[in-house]
């Protein structure tokens, strides 16, 4: 069996890979027109920020390595240019050279990967304007950085790579300015954890432009929509990415809904014998069924295993994914799964919104806090996403949140888990029980929750709350909910009297806990609609800033 796959980063070598594992006898070979196999995207900004000391540690193999290993031949500077899949022929340039060849195949694989986009604008084809994808990316942006000394930067994209240059150059001493054009960075988070990381990058003395594009390049600086001139001795490009598709849609390969490859849960295309895997390829929610794309390394690897199986006989299947995510910002963890707030209405959930705020692990051992915000549909009670955000053991309970949701979770199965528990690394109640505790009561209207924007939007249609601080006078006094009366829980039961029952309550407290505790109490002496405000007044306060 001849098996030709085009392309040779992650999910390209994990085809040949496991194809080679199962099948000694396989004619196995990859093309790419790069220089480089099988490398670290996610590490290059760590490379450029010094973190990484050698750019061979993020490109460990090579083409002779492969071929000793598994007996594949990875031809680099080889590009296909053009297929006949009647006749399954390839027509290969040789880029060093300019000669042309042609190979036939029994099975063919696109991992052709992903292109970074360029902003349609004057000056991108500058020398210091960079993209952040490949390894020639991350030797030209080290060897400029190294010869030029640049003392300001801009960063046009407010993504995961975006947000990594934006830490590592300014670790680097370098002056970042930071171009998003929505009003928040992260757009796949909801704005008010966005916000959060926002103050962190401004914090450290990152300028953060919302709400503005670059609209051209000079030598010297960025010029944004709003007339803003932007000081910048290097530039970067992080406004996404673009499968690679051309080439299979010559073919007549079908592109799904979200631009990139349709493929089966096989990996398999239209075509019979033609595949794809990874950033050129569509992936499945494991919540909706509908097609997502991800292009992350670990998905591309996933997913090329799963071909080099199915090709030779096995039958490995795609099971989907959460569209996971983790990135480092400082100080600071954020991590997601799942949906957000928007995507589960717009996908006509009824969702219920915690915000719970708890330590990492035991306070007396110095453990610092975590914010979580768990959607779950009421319907149901099964578990939809997750944002975590904290400068530890965020890590952790993403992976436990995406665990349990790919096994189909519901809220109250989270209370139930049996996880690992000692004073250095959890509480006793842990951040996932407790989220899972506090969204099943939501969820059986036990224990209603409001968050500070559903608050914000029902006072602004005129709504009457009666709204109750039930924390000590020194932190009101600090801090409060606007219309708040003080009445600290040791004195609800008695003043509660002076109360409409009838009237919808809003009770509250630092983070939630005492707010559940006086929203018991006032559901025990008859008040009719009685809510928890998620993630009590400090959340609050973050949403007001």
């Known amino acids: 069996m001849k098996i030709r796959i085009i392309g040779s980063v992650a999910a390209g070598t994990s085809v040949a890979a496991k194809a080679r594992r199962n099948n000694e006898e396989a ?27 050698d750019l061979e540690t993020l490109n460990p193999r090579d083409a002779a390595f492969f071929k000793k290993r598994y007996n594949v031949s990875i031809q680099t500077r080889h590009e296909v240019v053009s297929i006949n899949h009647a006749s399954k022929t390839l027509t290969i340039k040789n880029l060093i050279t300019g000669e042309t060849m042609t190979d036939t195949y029994d099975v063919l694989v696109f991992a052709t990967g992903a292109t970074p986009l360029t902003p349609v ?3 991108t084809e500058l020398e210091h304007v960079f993209h952040v994808r490949t390894i020639q990316h991350a030797g030209a942006i080290d060897t400029f950085i190294e010869s030029r000394k640049p003392k300001t930067a801009t960063i046009i994209g407010a993504g995961y790579i975006g947000l990594e240059m934006a830490e590592q150059l300014t670790q680097l001493g370098v002056e970042v300015n930071l171009i998003q054009r929505s009003n928040q960075v992260m757009k ?6 966005a916000d959060q990381i926002a103050d962190t990058l401004q914090a450290h003395g990152v300028k953060l432009l919302l ?48 631009g990139a490859i349709a493929v089966n849960e096989k990996m398999q295309t239209n075509l019979p014998d033609v595949y794809a895997v990874g950033d050129v390829a569509e992936s499945f929610s494991v919540l909706t069924g509908k097609p997502i794309y991800r292009p992350l390394g670990s998905t591309a690897n996933k997913m090329g295993r799963i071909a080099g199986d199915v090709i030779t006989g096995g039958t490995s299947a795609h099971r989907g994914i959460l569209g996971t995510g983790i990135v480092r910002v400082f100080e600071l963890a954020i991590g997601q799964t799942g949906m957000n707030e928007r995507e589960a209405l717009s996908y006509g959930y009824d969702i219920e919104t915690l915000h719970n705020i708890k330590p990492a692990r035991a306070p007396y051992l110095g453990g610092k806090e975590l914010t979580i915000k768990a959607i779950a549909d009421r319907a149901t009670g099964r578990l939809l996403g997750v944002q975590a955000i904290g400068e530890e053991g965020v890590d952790k309970r993403i992976d436990v949140f995406v665990t349990a949701m790919t096994f189909g979770a519901k809220a109250e199965d989270l209370f139930h888990l049996d996880l690992a528990y000692a004073p250095p690394f959890s509480t006793t109640k842990d951040p996932v029980m407790y989220t899972g505790m506090a ?9 209603k929750l409001l968050t500070p924007k559903q608050l914000q939007e029902r006072l602004e249609k005129g709504e009457q709350f009666q709204i109750i601080d039930t924390r000590a006078k020194t932190q009101y006094d600090t801090s409060h909910v606007s219309s708040a009366v003080n009445i600290p829980l040791a004195e609800l039961r008695e003043k509660a009297k002076e109360l409409d029952p009838t009237k919808p309550t809003l009770c509250y407290c630092n983070s939630g806990v005492t707010g559940n505790a006086a929203q018991n109490v006032l559901r025990n002496m008859g008040f009719e609609d009685v809510y928890n405000l998620s993630g009590g007044n400090k959340n609050y306060q973050k949403y007001r800033k």
């Not at 070979?29 to 900004?45: F, K, L, M, N």
């Not at 796949?188 to 954890?193: G, S």
């Open 27 to 53: 004619d196995i070979r990859i093309y790419d027109r790069d220089y480089d196999i099988s490398y670290s995207v996610c590490g290059i900004p760590y490379f450029i920020g010094e973190e990484v000391e």
């Open 121 to 123: 604008m004057e000056g």
């Open 188 to 193: 796949h988070l909801d704005k008010d954890i």
């Open 211 to 258: 709400e503005q594009e670059a609209v051209r390049i000079t030598k010297s600086e960025v010029v944004t929509s709003k007339g803003e001139s932007i000081a910048s001795d290097i530039v970067f490009l992080a406004v996404g990415v673009k499968p690679n598709t051309a080439l299979a849609e010559s073919i007549g390969v079908k592109i799904g809904e979200t």
């Open 439 to 447: 969204l099943d009561n939501a969820i059986k209207k036990q224990n």
